[in-house]
């Protein structure tokens, strides 16, 4: 004798629920609350394809008396990749896609690292794609995630968990609104870079053929 379908349909509704509550408890408090902060920044950002800027980089070394300080400009490609361009004191561009990162000066390859030889390029990219947009949510698997919201403004704290980016860096710290405002560098070697963003600015594609 079969059910009747209405209970069935009760019943299985019922259990489907159950199962995705189950879920939900089985994630740790820690974790969940990372998503929801990572979520709630990602809403008071303005979601783009292409992002022009410009960036005080201010770098702090220990045995130097004062500052490295350079600035410039960047354009940023969601998908495509970030061209950072140092103006002063000296001009010299990096091109970071998925798939490389490259340096140059004076027209000349300085640096090129392929994401097929240095499979460390990968994560340095997307790092650098993630604290450009302030979407850290792709970053959970190698750091913590600290932090809070207040009305359109937010703050980030992103410490590594254990493993080889410990051996490169500290924590990062980000600010912002509806972009990213400050980035904070802490190295393990005890470096430290303030990286002060401005005039961002919204365009539908100001270089069409910069990352190909």
Same mark, same amino acid.
């Given at each position: 004798?079969?059910?009747?379908?209405?209970?069935?349909?009760?019943?299985?509704?019922?259990?489907?629920?159950?199962?995705?509550?189950?879920?939900?408890?089985?994630?740790?408090?820690?974790?969940?609350?990372?998503?929801?902060?990572?979520? =709630?920044?990602?809403? /008071? %950002?303005?979601?783009? #394809?292409?992002?022009?800027?410009?960036?005080? $980089? &201010?770098? !702090?070394?220990?045995?130097?008396?004062?500052?490295?300080?350079?600035?410039?400009?960047?354009?940023?490609?969601?998908?495509?990749?970030?061209?950072?361009?140092?103006?002063?004191?000296? =001009?010299?561009?990096? /091109? %970071?896609?998925?798939? #490389?990162?490259?340096?140059?000066?004076?027209? $000349? &390859?300085? !640096?090129?690292?392929?994401?097929?030889?240095?499979?460390?390029?990968?994560?340095?990219?997307?790092?650098?794609?993630?604290?450009?947009?302030?979407?850290?949510?792709?970053?959970?698997?190698?750091?913590?995630?600290?932090?809070?919201?207040?009305?359109?403004?937010?703050?980030?704290?992103?410490?590594?968990?254990?493993?080889?980016?410990?051996?490169?860096?500290?924590?990062?710290?980000?600010?912002?609104?509806?972009?990213?405002?400050?980035?904070?560098?802490?190295?393990?070697?005890?470096?430290?870079?303030?990286?002060?963003?401005?005039?961002?600015?919204?365009?539908?594609?100001?270089?069409?053929?910069?990352?190909?």
């Amino acid at each position: 004798m079969g059910l009747p379908a209405r209970p069935v349909a009760q019943a299985r509704r019922g259990s489907g629920m159950k199962r995705r509550a189950l879920l939900v408890g089985l994630l740790p408090v820690p974790a969940l609350a990372q998503l929801q902060l990572a979520q =709630a920044v990602r809403e /008071r %950002l303005q979601q783009t #394809e292409w992002l022009r800027g410009e960036f005080t $980089q &201010t770098k !702090m070394v220990p045995g130097f008396a004062k500052p490295l300080v350079s600035r410039g400009d960047f354009v940023l490609a969601r998908g495509r990749g970030v061209l950072w361009r140092t103006l002063k004191p000296f =001009a010299s561009e990096l /091109r %970071l896609t998925h798939n #490389e990162i490259r340096a140059t000066q004076g027209g $000349q &390859t300085s !640096m090129r690292l392929d994401a097929a030889r240095e499979p460390a390029v990968r994560l340095i990219t997307t790092l650098m794609f993630s604290l450009l947009n302030g979407d850290v949510s792709g970053l959970a698997d190698v750091f913590e995630l600290t932090g809070s919201v207040k009305g359109t403004g937010w703050q980030l704290s992103l410490t590594p968990k254990p493993g080889a980016l410990q051996q490169v860096l500290k924590k990062v710290e980000l600010e912002g609104d509806g972009f990213v405002r400050r980035i904070q560098l802490f190295e393990a070697n005890g470096d430290e870079s303030l990286i002060q963003l401005s005039g961002q600015r919204v365009d539908a594609a100001p270089e069409p053929g910069l990352f190909q």
